[in-house]
């Protein structure tokens, strides 16, 4: 029976995706520009929001080689989609979400060579094999809400699994993440930020003015864990981020690492500037979703971007080709 439940699971539910990204989307769409991306950018000096999400959309596309047929995973509004097609190689991509909102905009726009589908990656049946395939953010959602390593790595390596069968020989999958520091989700949410920041010197130096005694520590503590969980309460149930060495490790055997990278302002960058346009849109947020969904959601926001200013959690950009 364990192993029946094992195989039948497939992370976020359906209901807590429609959630996520139909009815708090509907606000949320105010934030993200043109492009409509929700995934932190790749900034630069003297970007703007939209020049940062193209940049990060051409990184994802160059990184694999696009060409040919392409696989999306978690899709989103199809930005990644129309860049493959228009401005770079692809011929066809298919784009898979669990938000049957987003997959109809992708079809109303009527996009060459770009196929939108309502579906789990886990449900996924490719009509023949890829050439490529993206993850922008999409990892975060494939374990749950499970607190344990091992279940964790495990059901990233289903995954890990299913690209690699996916994939012509040589294929590259190029993955993005939102991740907790490297020691862990608990440490990340329970140390100062002089502690997390130790492989940062830049960063470590400016915390050094503001070092906590236990006690001040112990309240942070608390706090971060009061916030985590209403971020998964109230915004994103059912999801978890994972670190970069349980993906490393869920990939080991099936792939070979082409390129790593951490962006450590990346996301606060993002957010900021998602931050000034949803307190900007609060009044037609309350009328799409609810005041008080609204509150909720830029409480989540707030926290996500300090936790990022003090490296609790961090953008990694993985590109892996099939071994």
Request: net charge positive.
């Amino acid at each position: 029976m364990r192993n029946a439940r094992r195989r039948s699971y497939k992370g976020t539910s359906a209901k807590a995706i429609v959630r996520q990204y139909d009815f708090l989307g509907s606000f949320y769409s105010l934030a993200l520009g043109p492009e409509l991306v929700y995934s932190y950018a790749m900034w630069e000096d003297g970007d703007t929001l939209e020049s940062a999400q193209l940049r990060k959309l051409d990184y994802h596309a160059d990184a694999v080689n696009a060409a040919g047929r392409v696989l999306d995973i978690g899709c989103g509004w199809g930005s990644l989609m129309r860049r493959l097609v228009e401005n770079h190689h692809a011929e066809h991509v298919v784009g898979i979400t669990m938000s049957p909102s987003q997959a109809a905009w992708v079809r109303g726009q009527n996009w060459p060579g770009c196929e939108a589908r309502v579906e789990n990656w886990y449900d996924h049946r490719p009509d023949a094999r890829y050439d490529a395939i993206t993850a922008i953010e999409a990892i975060e959602h494939f374990a749950g809400n499970t607190m344990w390593r091992a279940k964790r790595v495990a059901r990233y390596r289903e995954f890990f699994e299913r690209c690699h069968s996916w994939l012509r020989p040589a294929g590259r999958l190029s993955i993005q993440a939102n991740t907790w520091h490297d020691r862990g989700w608990l440490a990340a949410l329970l140390l100062p930020p002089q502690n997390l920041a130790a492989q940062d010197p830049g960063h470590a130096r400016a915390h050094r003015a503001h070092r906590h005694s236990l006690p001040q520590a112990a309240r942070i503590g608390a706090g971060n864990i009061r916030e985590g969980l209403h971020a998964s309460r109230k915004v994103f149930p059912e999801m978890f981020l994972p670190t970069r060495a349980e993906i490393t490790e869920a990939s080991q055997g099936l792939f070979t690492l082409v390129q790593a990278r951490r962006d450590p302002d990346d996301g606060a960058y993002t957010i900021q500037a998602w931050l000034e346009r949803l307190e900007a849109n609060r009044a037609r947020g309350a009328e799409l979703i609810g005041a008080q969904a609204v509150s909720d959601l830029i409480r989540e926001q707030r926290t996500a971007l300090r936790f990022h200013r003090e490296r609790r959690i961090g953008v990694v950009r993985m590109v892996l080709e099939k071994a």
